[in-house]
């Protein structure tokens, strides 16, 4: 009974996050199809540049979601008094980690001489570059203040201030990139101007939220600002860090693999690209719910009940394979439906429905990786995530797709279906090792509580 009662609490509060996740997800998707109206050069500019600037926002996201476990677990042992001093904190570690994001990101586009890209497409990358630039510090900023909010298990807020910024996004967009208003015709460069306008759109709507609702004012989060307290800031980068560099393993990993399959041909990139964009539409589902595992289980071990936190760890690992085995029946069922929404070339279509034939294999093995490491976030135990994520992706998964994918060592080359593969077992391998360390930590804490001692470390 008590596994059958969590399941809706972890339901409220995954049901904003996701509706929030895809409406972010949707803002992407827009600013492709609007520069895609323009021409195929724009198109491949958006394109290019998000590979560049994605990685480095969500390293800067990465750290900051250390935020979460730390504030909701203060909120669960009734330390609400220490909840803004550790947010200040964050304020303060998000400019020292921005600041350097914002260099890279500003010369990265030198990156396109190497790569020998066509002068046209490199002067429209660098340009949305240069333009998103500036929605930098406001992305980062308003991330404090989301994981602030969520650590209190307030997650509705997230949900309507992502979708505000999607209504501003759309006509933003079409009047940057066809010069309306008597403004300049900026093509793609208009998509990154736009974004930038959202980022700061969004910020404001969160400091008003966190200025004017009850449920946030008490803690005067934005009365005064705390000075900087160097050894908090360390414990919290220490936290983040390996968070970040999980979650930048994982992007770049699929991003090589794009690279890896390029010689190969176009309908081969285009059939892996519709499959990638498909599953990772679907991975917003675990991905939400494992957000809020970590916010029940930080709350939870605030409250000193490290039972309550194990079993709200296991009921959102095994809730969230049952969900991902019921999308992975709807992939297999409906994969030339799906395929057929991204293009009507028949050879696209067949190998991008074969694809999502290995995608539906490893939906579960994903789904429960990646709530395992959520709930691994809420008992603060970060730098195992970081171990066995890249050990898993970069040394397991992508070295076996590569052989099996490009070589005829052990079977005949197997193309895209061979890094597929390799996906499968990566992620596997991460879903096994990721839930051996949880029964691991679940010991730890069972054992400090028995001996009265600090479930977990603190901030």
Known sequence: MPYLLEIPR???LCAPILVAQVAQTSMSFVDTIMAGQVSATDLAAVAVATSFWLPLILLVQGVIMALTPIISQLNGARRQSEVAGAVHQGFWLTLLVTLPAMLALYYSPLALHWM?????LAEKTAGYLHAILWGMPA??????????SEGLSFTLPTMIIGFI??????PTNYILIHGKLGLPQLGAVGCGYASALVFWVMLVGMVIYTHKSPLLQPFNVLSRLTAPNWPQIGRLFRLGFPIAMAIFCEVTLFTVVALLLAPLGTEIVAGHQIAINFSSIIFMIPLSLGMAVTIRVGHTLGEYQAQRAKLISIVGIVFGCFIALLCALSTVAGRYWIGGIYTDNSDVLELAASLL???SLYQISDSAQVIAAAALRGYKDTQTIFYITFASFWLCGLPIGIILGMTDWLVPAMGPHGFWVGFLIALSIAAFSLIWRL???YARVEHNSRANLPLVDGM
């Not at 020998?116 to 046209?120: D, G, I, M």
């Not at 992305?139 to 602030?148: D, E, K, M, S």
């Not at 910024?165 to 759309?170: A, E, Q, T």
């Open 439 to 441: 029964r691991v930590i």
């Open 357 to 359: 034939l290995l995608a």
């Open 10 to 12: 972890l339901m409220r």
């Open 116 to 120: 020998n890209v066509e002068p046209l």
């Open 165 to 170: 910024g999607l209504l501003v996004n759309i």
């Open 139 to 148: 992305y980062a900023l308003y991330q404090v203040l989301r994981n602030f």
